[in-house]
């Protein structure tokens, strides 16, 4: 049975950093991401790793601020995410898939249930 279960959530302040962790188990993946959703909005893609860790894709709004690893020994991917701003306020979602890179959520096979994030300004 796969079950990704995030971790790492909370209660930060602006320009504080956070680390949200996404252990897998049942299978490995090429693929695993982040996505977000916040509050009345439509769930967005955040960063995704491919089975190297060399290959890391972000959207605009974190890069530079936000880095995705993995470590695979462990079957976890990693969000490091710096210099939070209110606006990264949002439950965090873990996905995976077997497939290459990908922003694209429906293309993901398996999701987290979340942990949520909340950036005080």
């Known amino acids: 049975q796969v079950q990704l279960v995030e971790s790492g959530g909370g209660l930060v302040q602006a320009g504080d950093s956070l680390t949200l962790s996404c252990a897998a188990s049942g299978r490995t993946f090429n693929t695993m991401g982040w996505f977000r959703q916040a509050p009345g909005k439509e769930r967005e893609f955040v960063a995704a790793?491919?089975?190297?860790?060399?290959?890391?894709v972000y959207a605009d709004s974190v890069k530079g601020r936000f880095a995705i690893s993995r470590d695979k020994a462990k079957n976890t991917v990693y969000l490091q995410m710096n210099s939070l701003k209110p606006e990264d306020t949002a439950v965090y979602y873990c996905?995976?898939?077997?497939?290459?890179?990908?922003?694209?959520?429906?293309?993901?096979?398996?999701g987290g249930q979340g942990t949520q994030v909340t950036v005080s300004s």
């Open positions: 996905a995976a898939r077997v497939g290459p890179l990908t922003t694209i959520q429906r293309n993901y096979n398996y």
């Open positions: 790793i491919g089975w190297t860790g060399d290959s890391t």
